[in-house]
T-cell receptor, first 113, second 111 residues
Framework: GENVEQHPSTLSVQEGDSAVIKCTYSDSASNYFPWYKQELGKGPQLIID?????GEKKDQRIAVTLNKTAKHFSLHITETQPEDSAVYFCAASSQGYGQNFVFGPGTRLSVLP | ETGVTQSPTHLIKTRGQQVTLRCSSQ?????VSWYQQALGQGPQFIFQYYREEENGRGNFPPRFSGLQFPNYSSELNVNALELDDSALYLCASSLRADGYTFGSGTRLTVV
């Protein structure tokens, strides 16, 4: 089955700097890769996603890149703000019957003012 | 448009007991998935329901069971609770196979 690894487990950056979180997956059939942000006491919130037919996607300060050959994808946050502090999860899934997400273990991002 | 709501928010149960967790999916969403999130870990897939039928299951024992109702709300039932069942249980709904919206979860503590 699918296995998703995520690095680093913790990340501290100064406000205004960029943050990068990297994930690798094992199943070449996976073709949908969402990123979720989870704040304390809340459920995960989708922040950006990418499909396997696209190499990069950007939404304001957030971007995701995908390298299908190497089976890795990354989240890039630019101009970080204190409200970006949270736990970020990457996930992978294949479309179709009974599809489910396999999540990475998470990255705790701290943005220092 | 309402989001995904889960109840209760917190629950304490004794080992061996049974528990039922409830989820109201986002309006119009016909697919519901349940995830277990242990402290400090990513969510793990339990099962998914699509139009009242189980549509896939993760690596969880049969004592984890579920239901989806005609209004697409859902229940997660866990029998014979074990200490390791202590976790945050998340419900997520979707209209398509992606774009899931998660609820805030039910924090279950088994003592």
């Amino acid at each position: 089955g699918e296995n998703v690894e995520q690095h680093p487990s913790t990340l501290s950056v100064q406000e205004g700097d960029s943050a990068v979180i990297k994930c690798t997956y094992s199943d070449s059939a996976s073709n949908y890769f969402p990123w979720y942000k989870q704040e304390l006491g809340k459920g995960p919130q989708l922040i950006i996603d990418i499909r396997s037919n696209v190499g990069e996607k950007k939404d304001q300060r957030i971007a995701v890149t995908l390298n299908k050959t190497a089976k890795h994808f990354s989240l890039h946050i630019t101009e970080t703000q204190p409200e970006d502090s949270a736990v970020y999860f990457c996930a992978a899934s294949s479309q179709g019957y009974g599809q489910n997400f396999v999540f990475g273990p998470g990255t705790r991002l701290s943005v220092l003012p | 448009e309402t989001g995904v709501t889960q109840s209760p928010t917190h629950l304490i149960k004794t080992r061996g007991q049974q528990v039922t967790l409830r989820c109201s999916s986002q309006s119009g969403h016909n697919t519901v998935s349940w995830y277990q999130q242990a402290l400090g870990q990513g969510p793990q897939f339990i099962f998914q329901y699509y139009r009242e039928e189980e549509n896939g299951r993760g690596n969880f024992p049969p004592r984890f069971s579920g239901l989806q109702f005609p209004n697409y709300s859902s229940e997660l039932n866990v029998n014979a609770l074990e200490l390791d069942d202590s976790a945050l249980y998340l419900c997520a709904s979707s209209l398509r196979a992606d774009g899931y919206t998660f609820g805030s979860g039910t924090r279950l503590t088994v003592v």
